[in-house]
Nanobody, 125 residues
Framework: QVQLVESGGGWVQAGGSLRLSCAAS????????MGWFRQAPGKERDFVAT????????YYADSVKGRFTISRDNAKNTVYLGMNSLKPEDTAGYYC??????????????????WGQGTQVTVSS
């Protein structure tokens, strides 16, 4: 069992930046591939980014490529999502997820086993 707790969300003006964190506990963090998803009200949960076990491989949704950066610190059991040049359409609840399936990149939410409770990001125009 893995427990995930996100933090770092908030309100920001368009063009601004935020850094989300997701702290993991309960199991060996480096055994898990990590991902970030987001869900806006009335919409489906969408893939944002994923990172492999060591942090050496990353993959992004086209909508955030070049603006967002996923990273991890296995010594701190934490995965991060740096978000720059934020747009109003980035407004959503952001969720981190952990999975052990071998496929990379894993962009479907069914490919992850554990989820955090989410942190809200609101970008105003």
């Amino acid at each position: 069992q893995v427990q995930l707790v996100e933090s770092g969300g908030g309100w920001v003006q368009a063009g601004g930046s935020l850094r989300l964190s997701c702290a993991a506990s309960g199991h060996t963090f480096s055994n898990y591939r990590m991902g970030w998803f987001r869900q806006a009200p009335g919409k489906e949960r969408d893939f944002v980014a994923t990172i492999n076990y060591s942090g050496g491989r990353t993959y992004y949704a086209d909508s955030v490529k070049g603006r967002f950066t996923i990273s991890r610190d296995n010594a701190k059991n934490t995965v991060y999502l740096g978000m720059n040049s934020l747009k109003p359409e980035d407004t959503a609840g952001y969720y981190c997820a952990a999975g052990t399936r071998a496929r990379f990149p894993a962009v479907g939410d069914w490919e992850y086993d554990y989820w955090g409770q989410g942190t809200q990001v609101t970008v105003s125009s």
